[in-house]
């Protein structure tokens, strides 16, 4: 059997608005939406083989950043409860404002070898906020996972990402660069196992990133777990397992006009290698030590909650609202509070 592909497009839905599409296999296309595109919901969709291109432009960085995967684009969209596979760029291209991406399996992205991931929020090219990221099984990417590139107010929240740098150097599982978050959240992920030869990081914020706030995320099987590129601003990294093979948190940018770190703050977290910081940042009550000293219940399982007798336990500043409902005397250090049961990240799809 040979199959050519004929239509780009499964579903174009550009000018659109209020339109459902449920329980769907797409294969061998995409749907797109347009800017004035609004409260349209994907749902339960199957789809292989979104955007397929043999070439790309000089300009890695912005080559097919706007219409490749499935486009959200308008006001309020939704795609949820979905498995997509297979793109020579992105999984989901997030545009505009108020966008839900919940409960979606996303693999074998940005082949191209551009600079795409499984979500790709945000571009030079208009306004992207106010987004919401939450329980995705993210994986499998030539370069990174998630970008959130000009993008304000966005939460990426529980979600499992990882295998990022499968093709490409110099990268984070998620990443951004030269862009003021407005305080975008990125909490209760799972951030692991980047595979890029050189400069493989977890959480990437890239120079001229500001107003981010990074806590309770575990991190393992990465160069830097945390990199903060100078000029780093009011950025705030709360209860995180820091696990690396260089540094839990380092900076670059020595030699870059603006040595600020102004308002950055790194608190209560727990890491098992240097943490590095300059430049004015805040450190506090974070816990530097070997994997078998810090007291994890099973680092072999990737279990990473503690011990009761982990020097850990009640170490931490409170930061309300951030540590609150915490048990014992104080908040415990990292991503999970003995006694608590843990948080779950990633889509129950990838658990059935």
Same mark, same amino acid.
């Given at each position: ?21 449920? *329980? ?21 969709l199957d789809a292989d083989y979104l955007s397929h291109f043999m070439l790309v432009s000089r300009d ?10 499935? &486009? ?65 099984? +993210? ?20 979600? *499992? ?9 110099? +990268? ?9 978050? =407005?305080?975008? !959240? ?7 196992? /980047? ?11 890239? %120079?001229?990133?500001? %107003?981010? +706030?990074?806590?309770?995320?575990? &991190?393992? /099987? &990465? ?5 903060? %590129?100078?000029?780093?601003?009011? $950025?705030? @990294?709360? /209860? /995180?397992?820091?696990? @690396? ?8 940018? @020595? ?9 950055? !703050?790194?608190?209560? $977290?727990?890491? %098992? ?18 994997? !078998? ?5 099973? #680092? ?16 931490? +500043? ?9 048990? =014992?005397? @104080? #908040? ?21």
């Amino acid at each position: 059997l040979i199959e050519a592909k004929r239509y780009s497009l499964a579903f174009d839905l550009r000018d659109r608005s209020y339109v459902h599409v449920l *329980d769907l296999k797409v294969f061998g296309a995409t749907i797109f939406s347009d800017s004035r595109s609004s409260y349209l919901v994907l749902r339960g969709l199957d789809a292989d083989y979104l955007s397929h291109f043999m070439l790309v432009s000089r300009d890695l960085i912005s080559s097919r950043n706007q219409d490749s995967g499935i &486009v959200l684009h308008g006001e309020q969209n939704t795609l949820e409860d979905s498995r997509l596979s297979y793109s020579a760029g992105n999984g989901v291209t997030v545009m505009g404002r108020a966008h839900v991406i919940k409960n979606n399996v996303i693999h074998d992205v940005a082949y191209s070898g551009a600079d795409r991931a499984a979500v790709a929020m945000g571009c030079s090219c208009g306004s992207s906020s106010d987004h919401l990221v939450i329980q995705n099984t +993210l994986y499998n990417a030539a370069r990174s996972i998630l970008f959130h590139y000009y993008t304000q107010r966005a939460r990426i929240l529980y979600n *499992d990402m990882s295998y990022a740098g499968l093709q490409l150097d110099d +990268l984070g599982i998620t990443y951004t660069f030269e862009t003021d978050g =407005g305080g975008t !959240e990125i909490a209760y992920n799972l951030v692991h196992d /980047n595979e890029a030869a050189n400069l493989g990081l977890g959480i990437y914020l890239d %120079n001229g990133s500001s %107003n981010y +706030l990074v806590h309770h995320n575990v &991190v393992w /099987n &990465v160069e830097d777990a945390l990199r903060l %590129n100078l000029p780093s601003r009011n $950025n705030l @990294a709360y /209860n /995180n397992t820091l696990l @690396a093979t260089d540094n839990s948190v380092d900076y670059w940018g @020595a030699s870059h006009n603006a040595k600020d770190m102004s308002g950055t !703050e790194i608190y209560n $977290n727990i890491a %098992n290698r240097p943490i590095r910081i300059n430049y004015n940042a805040k450190e506090s009550t974070n816990l530097v030590a070997s994997l !078998e000293a810090i007291g994890f219940e099973d #680092p072999a399982t990737r279990r990473y909650t503690l011990r009761s007798s982990s020097p850990a336990v009640d170490r931490g +500043l409170s930061l309300s609202p951030y540590t609150d409902g915490y048990r =014992g005397l @104080a #908040p415990d250090l990292g991503a999970y509070e003995s006694g608590n049961a843990p948080w779950r990240a990633g889509s129950s799809l990838a658990r059935e």
